[in-house]
C-alpha cells in the first residue's frame, strides 16, 4: 500500500547547479554566460532531491553491513536457528491442539489448516504445551516436522499431551496430505474459492446486462460440493444476498490498510490503531543480522540493526530492501481499483512473488506503528450493519443482508488469515488486493443506469459507485478499534472453536446479530443460517471465546457499543459518535 514520501526541507543552503566561476573582470551585460545551463523544473528538483536520499539510506546500508564480521554473522545465523523449536516439541503441541481443541462448522483438513498456522504463535510465547519460548519457528519449520515425524515416535510426541489414545492413522494422514506443497496449495484454493464466488457474480451481471431485470441479487448454495466457498457444510441450502456479502468482503480487506484508513482514522479521530504490513523476507540474510522474527513486529531492532529504532519507516525499509534483507514489489493498483484486471491475472502479475519457485524467502509482518489493533470480530459483526446511503431512499433492506453480510466480512478476515501461509505472495496481501478488484469490478459495472436501476443504487453526482465510500471505511474501522481494557481478537481458528453446548464464535456473532436485526425491525430469518446451530434458547454469557478467553457477557456490550456508533442514517452523524467518543473533550 503505497503512501506518501515526506521529507522536512534542509535550512542549509544547498546549490543544486554550480554557479559561475569568479574572475576580477565584470561580466558583460548579457545573459549568454547562462544560456546553457537548463531551467530546473520542480520534477527535476524532486528527482535530485530523491536521488540524495536513496545515496543516504545507501549509504547507511553500507556501514551497517560492514559493521558485521563474518564470524559475528555466522554467530548470529545459529543463535537465530537455536530460537527454532525442536520437531519432537512441534509435533505434541500440535497433535495435542488437534485432539483437545475441536472445531465446529468446518471440515478436517481446514481445521489442521488453522491447527498448524496456530503453532508458531504457541511456540513463540510458550503456550500450549510449549515450556519454552521459540520466536523464530515459521510454519515451514511445522510443516518439516509433520513430514520427518516418525508414527514410531508417538509415545513421545504424546508424552506431555495426558492423551491415552495413541492414533498412528492421525500422524501417517497429516504426513501425506501436509506436506508443504500440498499445504500451501490447499491454502490458496480455499483463497481462490472465496474470491472466484464474488467474481462469477460479478461477471454473470456483465453476461446478462440486456436482461438484467431478470438477474437475481442472492445465490443458494445447493451443497456442500456445489457452490459453496470451500465445501462449508454449514453453508449448504443458504440464500446469499452478493451485494451485502461484497461489501462485508470490501470493509474487512480494508480495515487492515494502514496507509489511507488507519492513519486517515488516527488524523481525524485521534486515535492511533497501530499496524503494518507483510513484506517478502530473505531469510537467510535476516538471521546474519541478529534479530528475530518478533522483533520485527515489536519494532525492537537490535544489535547492527538498532539504528533503525530512531528512524521514520519509508527510511527503515530502504535500508532493510538495501541490505537485501527485504523485497518490495508492487502491483498496478489503479487498473486493479478500475476493474481491469482478473483475479487469475493478478495472481500471475510479476508484482506477485511464487514461495515454491523462490525458496528461502518468507511473508513476514513488520510493523509500522505501534497500537491496540483493530478487533476482527468487531468489524466483522458490523459487517451486517453497512450504511444504507449505498442504496436509493426507501430501500427495503433483503431477509437475507445481515448474515450475507457478516459472513462476506468474515470471508476476507478468512483470507488475510491463511494468505500468509499460501505459496502467492501480494504486496499488501491477498485481502486488499482481491477487495480493491471486486470493488473495481463492482465500479465499473455500476456505471451502467441498468445495473444501478437493478439493484437500487443511489445516484451519485461524481460517478463514483464504492461499495463503500472511503469515509465509511474510515468510520467503521475506527469504530471496531481496540482500546484499553476492551480488546478483541479471534484468530479464524478462534471464531471455529468447538464451546461446550455446541456454539462457536461464528454462531455468536450471528445470533447477536439476529438480535440487533429484530430490534431494528430488519427481516432475518434464522432457517437460512440453520446450519450454525443457532440456539436461541441457550445462554453462553459464561462461556469463554476470542484469543483472550472472555466470557460472552463482557464480549456482547462491546459489539453492541461499537454498532451504535455507526449504524445512523448519515456519514456525518458516524463521524460525530466517533469524535465525542475519542475526543470527548
Known amino acids: 500500500m503505497g503512501g506518501v514520501l515526506m521529507t522536512k526541507r534542509c535550512k542549509k543552503e544547498t546549490r543544486l547547479f554550480p554557479c559561475p566561476k569568479k574572475t576580477n573582470q565584470l561580466p558583460k551585460k548579457t545573459n549568454s554566460h547562462f544560456k546553457n545551463i537548463p531551467i530546473p523544473t520542480s520534477s527535476s528538483k524532486i528527482q535530485i532531491l530523491e536521488n540524495i536520499i536513496k545515496a543516504e539510506r545507501k549509504k547507511t546500508a553500507n556501514q551497517i553491513k560492514n559493521s558485521i564480521t563474518k564470524e559475528e554473522r555466522k554467530a548470529n545465523v545459529q543463535d537465530w536457528k537455536n530460537k527454532i523449536a525442536p520437531q519432537k516439541e512441534i509435533m505434541q503441541d500440535l497433535i495435542s491442539t488437534i485432539i483437545k481443541s475441536p472445531m465446529s462448522l468446518i471440515d478436517k483438513d481446514m481445521a489442521y489448516t488453522f491447527d498448524i498456522m496456530a503453532v508458531e504463535g504457541?511456540?513463540?510465547?510458550?503456550h500450549g504445551t510449549f515450556e519454552s519460548h521459540y520466536p523464530n519457528t515459521t510454519k515451514t519449520d511445522v510443516l518439516n516436522a509433520i513430514t520427518k515425524a516418525d508414527p514410531a515416535q508417538l509415545r513421545e510426541y504424546y508424552a506431555k499431551t495426558g492423551i491415552q489414545k495413541e492414533s498412528k492413522d492421525l500422524v501417517n494422514y497429516l504426513k501425506e496430505n501436509f506436506?508443504?506443497?500440498?499445504?500451501?496449495?490447499?491454502?490458496?484454493?480455499?483463497?481462490?474459492?472465496?474470491?472466484?464466488?464474488q467474481e462469477d457474480w460479478l461477471e454473470g451481471i456483465e453476461k446478462n446486462?440486456?436482461?438484467?431485470?431478470?438477474?437475481?441479487?442472492?445465490?443458494?448454495f445447493k451443497n456442500s460440493k456445489n457452490g459453496a466457498p470451500n465445501k462449508m457444510s454449514c453453508l449448504k441450502g443458504m440464500e446469499v444476498n452478493m451485494l451485502a456479502w461484497l461489501r462485508g468482503a470490501y470493509l474487512t480487506a480494508s480495515m487492515d490498510t494502514l496507509r489511507g484508513i488507519r492513519d486517515e482514522g488516527f488524523k481525524k479521530y485521534g486515535k492511533q490503531t497501530g499496524g503494518g504490513e507483510g513484506y517478502l523476507i530473505n531469510m537467510k540474510k535476516l538471521?546474519?543480522?541478529?534479530?528475530?522474527l518478533n522483533d520485527l513486529s515489536k519494532m525492537n531492532y537490535r544489535g547492527a540493526l538498532e539504528p533503525l529504532n530512531n528512524m521514520p519507516h519509508?527510511?527503515?525499509?530502504?535500508?532493510?530492501e538495501n541490505l537485501k534483507i527485504i523485497t518490495r514489489k508492487s502491483l498496478p493498483l489503479e487498473d486493479i481499483a478500475q476493474g481491469e484486471y482478473?483475479?487469475?491475472?493478478?495472481?500471475?502479475?510479476?508484482?506477485?512473488?511464487?514461495?515454491?519457485?523462490?525458496?528461502?524467502?518468507?511473508?513476514?509482518?513488520i510493523r509500522e506503528e505501534k497500537g491496540l489493533g483493530v478487533g476482527d470480530d468487531k468489524v466483522i459483526f458490523m459487517c451486517g450493519f453497512l450504511p444504507q446511503e449505498f442504496y436509493k431512499d426507501g430501500h427495503k433492506r433483503s431477509g437475507t443482508e445481515t448474515e450475507s453480510g457478516i459472513l462476506g466480512g468474515l470471508s476476507s478476515d478468512f483470507i488475510d488469515t491463511v494468505s500468509k501461509s499460501s505459496h502467492i505472495i501480494m504486496p499488501g496481501g491477498q485481502d486488499y488486493i482481491a477487495g480493491l478488484h471486486l470493488n473495481g469490478r463492482w465500479k465499473k459495472l455500476a456505471q451502467d443506469k441498468r445495473v444501478r436501476n437493478?439493484?437500487?443504487?443511489?445516484?451519485?453526482?461524481?460517478?463514483?459507485?464504492?461499495?463503500?465510500?472511503?469515509?465509511?471505511?474510515?468510520a467503521y474501522t475506527m469504530a471496531g478499534a481496540n482500546t484499553i481494557g476492551k480488546t478483541l481478537h479471534s484468530s479464524q481458528r478462534h471464531f471455529f472453536l468447538d464451546k461446550p453446548g455446541e456454539t462457536c464464535m461464528?454462531?455468536?456473532?450471528?445470533?447477536?446479530?439476529?438480535?440487533?436485526?429484530?430490534?431494528?425491525?430488519i427481516p432475518m430469518d434464522l432457517n437460512n443460517i440453520r446450519n450454525f446451530k443457532i440456539n436461541l434458547g441457550k445462554n453462553f454469557d459464561e462461556t469463554k471465546f476470542t484469543f483472550e478467553s472472555k466470557p460472552l457477557r463482557e464480549i456482547k456490550p462491546m459489539l453492541n457499543e461499537c454498532l451504535n456508533l455507526v449504524d445512523t442514517p448519515t456519514q456525518q452523524q458516524r463521524e460525530d459518535n466517533l469524535r465525542k467518543f475519542y475526543l470527548p473533550n
Do not use: C
Request: aromatic content about 10%.
Open 122 to 126: 504457541r511456540a513463540e510465547n510458550a
Open 454 to 474: 437493478r439493484f437500487g443504487i443511489r445516484e451519485n453526482p461524481d460517478g463514483d459507485y464504492d461499495l463503500l465510500t472511503k469515509d465509511q471505511l474510515i
Open 287 to 292: 538471521q546474519e543480522y541478529g534479530i528475530d
Open 506 to 521: 461464528v454462531s455468536e456473532l450471528l445470533k447477536l446479530g439476529y438480535a440487533h436485526a429484530m430490534i431494528r425491525g
Open 209 to 220: 446486462i440486456s436482461t438484467i431485470d431478470k438477474y437475481s441479487d442472492s445465490i443458494v
Open 342 to 365: 482478473t483475479w487469475e491475472k493478478i495472481k500471475t502479475h510479476p508484482g506477485t512473488t511464487n514461495l515454491q519457485k523462490n525458496p528461502g524467502f518468507e511473508d513476514q509482518y
Open 179 to 197: 506436506t508443504k506443497i500440498k499445504f500451501q496449495n490447499r491454502v490458496q484454493g480455499y483463497i481462490d474459492s472465496i474470491v472466484e464466488l
Open 314 to 320: 519509508d527510511k527503515r525499509l530502504d535500508i532493510l
